[in-house]
Nanobody, 113 residues
Framework: QVQLVESGGGLVQAGGSLRLSCTASRSIFRMGWYRQAPGKQRELVATITSTTSTTYADSVKGRFTISRDNAKNTVYLQMDSLKPGDTAVYYC??????????WGQGTRVTVSS
């Protein structure tokens, strides 16, 4: 079992920035962020593997940056140029190479116009 501890959500004005953090209780192959807006399905935001291979949703490319510190089992999501459409609950996800997946409890991000 893997525990994930998230932090960094909050309220910010459009155009502002926030940084999310997620720390896992052990080393993880792939870590990432997903988000779920009210009335919508959960969607991928960005992922990063232990070898720092990254993927991004088209909607956040150029604005969000995912990174990780393997020594701390921590993944970060730097969110810049935030838009009201980025408002959602952001969930950390951890995937082991053999297929096990774990979710954090979520952190709320609200972007005001």
């Amino acid at each position: 079992q893997v525990q994930l501890v998230e932090s960094g959500g909050g309220l910010v004005q459009a155009g502002g920035s926030l940084r999310l953090s997620c720390t896992a209780s052990r080393s993880i192959f792939r870590m990432g962020w997903y988000r779920q807006a009210p009335g919508k399905q959960r969607e991928l935001v960005a992922t990063i593997t232990s070898t720092t291979s990254t993927t991004y949703a088209d909607s956040v490319k150029g604005r969000f940056t995912i990174s990780r510190d393997n020594a701390k089992n921590t993944v970060y999501l730097q969110m810049d140029s935030l838009k009201p459409g980025d408002t959602a609950v952001y969930y950390c996800r951890a995937d082991q190479v053999w297929g096990s997946a774990y979710w954090g409890q979520g952190t709320r991000v609200t972007v005001s116009s």
